[in-house]
């Protein structure tokens, strides 16, 4: 079984300034089927990034992923009021489980 | 448009029986795996389960957690995908996401979600 560490758990930062959140997985994960969301209060999540770094339909290219193999990253530059979410990786991948990561929350000052 | 419509959530005694159901439209439904996924009260997303498409011989795949207790089942006629969870506990309270999945294009679309609450 994959397990993803997401780190920090929580992530307080001013609007403009840009967040870094990781994913560390326990093994590989096969080929980079990551995939990182957005979840504002009350709502389903939305997907952002799949394939590790490929953007979803109508996401703004102020999210990008990258990473490989066990170290994924989700970069938000220049950050908004409305980024305001808890954040998570996923590994959807070739056997099960297929896991989510703990959730980093973003918080915007 | 693409929608997913989750039903059939409510209330239940534990060791009860529930099904849900999950509508698709606006997408080719057919070629999608499709998964189901919880999310605990206050709690992160967790995997349930998975039914790959006909071209994988609509293989199933569970969560340890609900493995013989729950069962994933598709109609590609209607466009719909189901979850039979049976021998429910306390901890299954959550609500229910469908999801869908093309590896073109990741897993995509998400229902709103139904409330399932296990309760005595």
């Known amino acids: 079984e994959i397990v993803l560490t997401q780190s920090p758990g929580t992530l307080s930062l001013s609007p403009g300034e840009r967040a870094t959140l990781s994913c560390r997985a326990s093994q590989s994960v096969s080929s980079n089927s990551l995939a990182w969301y957005q979840q504002k209060p009350g709502q389903a999540p939305r997907l952002l990034i799949f394939g590790a770094s490929s953007r979803a339909t109508g996401i703004p290219d102020r999210f990008s992923g990258s990473g490989s193999g066990t170290d994924f990253t989700l970069t938000i530059s220049r950050l908004e009021p409305e980024d305001l979410a808890v954040y998570y990786c996923h590994q959807y991948g070739r056997s099960p489980p297929y896991s989510f990561g703990q959730g980093t929350k973003l918080e915007i000052k | 448009e693409v929608q997913l419509v989750e039903s059939g959530g409510g209330l239940v005694q534990p060791g009860g029986s529930l099904r849900l159901s999950c509508a698709a439209s606006g997408f080719i439904f057919s070629d999608h795996y499709m998964d189901w996924v919880r999310q605990a009260p206050g709690k992160g997303l967790e995997w349930v389960g998975r039914?790959?498409?006909?071209?994988?011989?609509?293989?199933?795949e569970y969560a340890a957690s609900v493995t013989g207790r729950f069962t994933v089942s598709r109609d590609d006629s209607r466009n719909s995908l189901s979850l039979q969870m049976n021998s429910l506990k306390t901890e299954d309270t959550a609500v229910y996401y469908c999801v869908s999945l093309l590896w073109s294009s990741g897993p995509a679309n998400w229902g709103l979600g139904t409330l399932v609450t296990v309760s005595s």
């Open positions: 039914i790959r498409n006909k071209a994988n011989s609509y293989a199933r």
